[in-house]
């Protein structure tokens, strides 16, 4: 019996019914009331809890998920003080700091944006690339153009900030470009909230490795590597080294895993191993995913030790260590 019809039936009981003790049972009110697991915002590393604080304004307000989470992770898109995301984030190896973001809905409605440089909100652009145009990309000069056409304005500050382009000149002496990733040099984030109605969203936004060879771009932007929701099964993200991520097509795998059963946190365990066997003897390369179902159940999973992510519900506002398959040496 479907639940409605189930809950139709119990409505038709009159007030004087005598129940059998299974409806009794099925009457109670834990059963009548299933325990809802929204609204829930989860996003990476620490300086989610500040964004899932901006989120919270519409999420706690029975706003959209959709609106909660651009507007969560341009929170961390101002933070002038981030490195890994936003204007003040590394350069590329070229000097320049470039940027990719993307967006997606319940019903998979995508925008996205990468190599886009001087603009301060590249969420905000994904956003409007998803709403205003029948594309679901646009990358480096032409997003900016675009993006400048359609009122987004250009920064008056030089980027990178000065204590950037210090760090950036001491690493030209040697030029080496590590893929090592740990929480010190390492902050993309990405966020997945469901709202008081059950839909479900996700964003995703970062500066991209540091000293990238120019014209580089990650997992972050790519629909189905560093996001990707399914209002029929629920969404995930990913942080850390976005190549890795794009060649596991690391997003939609979790969604794919979650679609047969697996819980976030196992879907999320699954896609590390898969990873670790298709880059064997690559050390030092954290990767971390996090899944939400459609049921508001959350989970993550790293390859490294060190990979934690900020959750806000109705009763909790905190950080949650994830579980991790290798610890650094
Ligand atoms: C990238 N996944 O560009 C991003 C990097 C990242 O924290 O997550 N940094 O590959």
Known sequence: MSRRKFLKNLGALGAGT????LAAKLHSPSLLSPKKNHPIVISTWIHGMAANAGAWEILGTSGDA????????????????????????????DGYVTL?????????????????????HPIDVARAIMD???????????????????????????????EVQKEYEEWLIKSE???????????????LAMDANGRIAGACTTSGMAYKIRG???????????????GDVGGATATGVGEAI??????????????????????????VQRLLKKHRGVE?????????????EYGGYSVYNGFNYALRTQDRNEMVDSKYTRTWD
């Open 216 to 230: 580089r771009v990650g997992d972050s932007p790519i629909i189905g590597a560093g996001l990707f929701i399914d």
């Open 284 to 296: 030092g390369m954290q990767v971390g995913f996090l899944a939400m179902n459609m049921q508001g």
């Open 100 to 120: 990719d973001a993307c967006i997606m809905d319940h019903d998979s409605r995508c925008g996205s944006v990468a190599f886009l440089e001087d603009i301060q």
């Open 18 to 21: 005598v129940l059998t003790p």
């Open 132 to 162: 205003k145009t029948q594309h679901v990309m646009l990358v480096g000069e032409g997003a900016q153009k675009w993006a400048l056409e359609n009122g987004f304005p250009k920064v008056d500050y030089e980027v990178p900030f000065e």
């Open 246 to 271: 794009i060649r596991t097509a690391g997003a939609s795998a979790v969604v794919e895993s979650m679609r047969r059963g697996a819980s976030p946190e196992e879907a999320c365990y699954d896609i």
């Open 66 to 93: 959709l609106d909660a989470v651009q507007k969560g992770v341009a929170v961390t898109e101002s933070d002038l003080t981030n490195r890994s995301v936003g204007l003040g984030g590394r350069p590329d190896r």
């Open 177 to 191: 470009y590590e893929t090592d990733v740990n929480v010190e040099n390492h902050d993309t984030i990405g966020m």
